[in-house]
Structures are given as C-alpha cells and as structure tokens.
C-alpha cells in the first residue's frame, strides 16, 4: 500500500502564496508521475499541475505563470508553489500518484486533500 501525506494548506490572503508538499510512502517501486488536483464545493476535481520522473510538467491554464510543480531529488515528494493567489483558487486540493509496485503493476493514489483558502 502507498500513502500520501499532504500539507502546506491554510487561509491566505488575495495576491499571496502558499507551499503544499505532499509525500508518498510504503511499496513503491518507482512513481511514474505526481501531480496536483483541486475541487472547489459544487465542482468537479480538476488537474491543476502534473509532473514526470522526468520533470516534464504541464499546468492548467488557469495558474499557469502563478504555481510551480516540483519534486524532490528522490522524486518521492512533490510540492506545489502558488504565488498570486486568487479567490478562485478556493479548494481542496489533492496530491496523485501513478505509482508502480512492480515492473509490471502500476495505479493511482490519493492524498486526503488540504484545504486552501483564499480571501479578498
């Protein structure tokens, strides 16, 4: 089994940052990819941010040029750097992992989600 510890969420103010860090523990064999998801209370859990074990990343538009993706050198920890912070990006917002347990065997993981909260 693999879990995902995520933290880093809180109440910030309009045009401010926060960091969300997010780590994957137990049989991992490798992680093929990490990313970041949010859902906002009547809406659908959209990708905002995914990045490879190779560092290929890619962002949704709505943060592009405000949230950074990255990793740790282990590529077991991703972090999600959000800068210019907007009410808009109001959510709960969840860590994924692909992760495979063997050389053959890959799927999906969950963290719990941390809440982020922006004023104006």
């Known amino acids: 089994q693999v879990q995902l510890v995520e933290s880093g969420g809180g109440l910030v103010q309009a045009g401010g940052s926060l960091r969300l860090s997010c780590a994957a523990s137990?049989?991992?064999?490798?992680?093929?990819?990490m990313g970041w998801y949010r859902q906002a209370p009547g809406k659908q859990r959209d990708l905002v941010a995914t990045?490879?074990?190779?560092?290929?990343?890619t962002y949704a538009d709505s943060v592009k040029g405000r949230f950074t993706i990255s990793t740790n050198l282990a590529k077991t920890t991703v972090y999600l750097q959000m800068n210019s912070l907007k009410p808009e990006d109001t959510a709960v917002y969840y860590c994924?992992?692909?992760?495979?347990?063997?050389?053959?065997?890959?799927?999906?993981?969950w963290g719990q989600g941390t809440q982020v909260t922006v004023s104006s």
């Open positions: 994924n992992a692909d992760v495979s347990s063997s050389w053959f065997e890959s799927r999906d993981y």
């Open positions: 137990g049989s991992i064999y490798s992680i093929n990819a």
């Open positions: 990045i490879t074990s190779r560092d290929t990343t």
